[in-house]
């Protein structure tokens, strides 16, 4: 980093998308200590070579950067400003990387609260899924002060392939990762409708697969779920849960708008027909399962 900062981040959450940004900013050459609840995933960090903390707070102390990889806003509350958050810890002038999902008013509330407490704070929502992540390719959907940018500049470059600079206001890189997780929902659950479909028709669907990725009906999430639902591993890469959370948001903010959001809300349901029947936390290409149990329909890994 410039000469005024060093080059010790902080990652506060350590799940697939954490994890990999902070084992890239070690083979960048940062110096990195993460946090996580999960005791598995710190020391899967500490046997990347590592540092770890059991509390935010600890894990932020003294650094420039901190990376906070949860999950909503209430969660980036309370790992920064809450009892032994990390915001209080940590170098002042340092800069935070917020990197949940949330309303684009959370955001702007903690970017407030993080020039009270003499931080810069960058509104920074990220995708590309776990393998870009791992890869130090991510976009990043950012908008904050100029010399928070200025500041962050090396750590960007390290975990993300593209970063958007939406704006000098937290709040607008939320607004445009809302936007990306409409789309994102809608399509992970037309894929899975479709090829819930497909079988219905008593097609070979890893065929059907082949064929659509290779067709104008095809898109990324097709192509990435799919291959999930077709080996029958609901390992959750990303859960349904999330997806519950995120078109959430996206229907409260179109109810505040008076902006009508059919297809989104859809899309809601079906996740959330998906978690409560038991799979939240499972991959989201359970959409697919959900359906095909409605449907009487076996799916590879349904059969037993």
Same mark, same amino acid.
């Given at each position: 980093?410039?000469?005024?900062?060093?080059?010790?981040?902080?990652?506060?959450?350590?799940? %697939?998308?954490?994890?990999?940004?902070?084992?890239?900013? #070690?083979?960048?050459?940062?110096?990195?200590?993460?946090?996580?609840?999960?005791?598995?995933?710190?020391?899967?960090?500490?046997?990347?070579? /590592?540092?770890?903390?059991?509390?935010?707070?600890?894990?932020?102390?003294?650094?420039?950067?901190?990376?906070?990889?949860?999950?909503?806003?209430?969660?980036?509350?309370?790992?920064?400003?809450?009892?032994?958050?990390?915001?209080? =810890?940590?170098?002042?002038?340092?800069?935070?990387?917020?990197?949940?999902?949330? *309303?684009?008013?959370?955001?702007?509330?903690?970017?407030?609260?993080?020039?009270?407490?003499?931080?810069? &704070?960058?509104?920074?929502?990220?995708?590309?899924?776990?393998?870009?992540?791992?890869?130090?390719?991510?976009?990043?959907?950012?908008?904050?002060?100029?010399?928070?940018?200025?500041?962050?500049?090396?750590?960007?470059?390290?975990?993300?392939?593209?970063?958007?600079?939406?704006?000098?206001?937290?709040?607008?890189?939320?607004?445009?990762?809302?936007?990306?997780?409409?789309? =994102?929902?809608?399509?992970?659950?037309?894929?899975?409708?479709?090829?819930?479909?497909?079988?219905?028709?008593?097609?070979?669907?890893?065929?059907? &697969?082949?064929?659509?990725?290779?067709?104008?009906?095809?898109?990324?999430?097709?192509?990435?779920?799919?291959?999930?639902?077709?080996?029958?591993?609901?390992?959750?890469? %990303? =859960?349904?849960?999330?997806?519950?959370?995120? #078109?959430?948001?996206?229907?409260?903010?179109?109810?505040?708008?008076?902006? *009508?959001?059919?297809?989104?809300?859809?899309? #809601?349901? #079906?996740?959330?027909?998906?978690?409560?029947?038991?799979? /939240?936390?499972?991959?989201?290409?359970?959409? =697919?399962?959900?359906?095909?149990?409605?449907?009487?329909?076996?799916?590879?890994?349904?059969?037993?």
């Amino acid at each position: 980093m410039n000469s005024k900062y060093g080059r010790k981040a902080c990652i506060i959450g350590l799940g %697939s998308m954490g994890f990999g940004m902070a084992t890239t900013l #070690l083979r960048d050459g940062f110096d990195v200590v993460g946090c996580d609840l999960n005791a598995d995933a710190m020391a899967r960090f500490v046997a990347e070579g /590592g540092h770890v903390a059991d509390s935010p707070k600890a894990a932020a102390s003294g650094a420039d950067v901190i990376l906070c990889v949860v999950v909503n806003a209430a969660q980036t509350a309370a790992v920064l400003f809450g009892a032994g958050g990390a915001a209080s =810890a940590m170098a002042k002038g340092g800069v935070i990387l917020s990197c949940a999902t949330m *309303p684009p008013e959370a955001a702007r509330d903690f970017a407030v609260q993080s020039e009270g407490l003499g931080l810069l &704070y960058i509104d920074a929502p990220i995708s590309g899924g776990a393998v870009r992540s791992a890869a130090g390719d991510l976009t990043i959907m950012a908008s904050g002060a100029p010399e928070a940018f200025a500041h962050a500049r090396p750590v960007l470059d390290s975990i993300a392939g593209k970063v958007y600079e939406l704006g000098d206001k937290a709040g607008i890189g939320a607004a445009f990762k809302i936007v990306n997780q409409l789309l =994102a929902g809608v399509h992970i659950a037309a894929a899975c409708e479709a090829i819930t479909f497909a079988k219905a028709m008593d097609l070979d669907i890893a065929k059907v &697969y082949e064929v659509i990725t290779a067709s104008a009906g095809n898109s990324w999430m097709f192509e990435n779920r799919v291959p999930h639902i077709l080996d029958g591993n609901y390992s959750p890469r %990303s =859960a349904v849960d999330i997806f519950t959370k995120d #078109l959430g948001i996206v229907s409260d903010i179109g109810r505040d708008l008076k902006f *009508p959001t059919p297809i989104a809300s859809m899309a #809601l349901q #079906l996740f959330v027909m998906t978690a409560a029947a038991g799979m /939240g936390r499972d991959d989201d290409a359970s959409v =697919a399962r959900m359906i095909a149990g409605l449907a009487g329909l076996d799916l590879p890994g349904m059969e037993d």
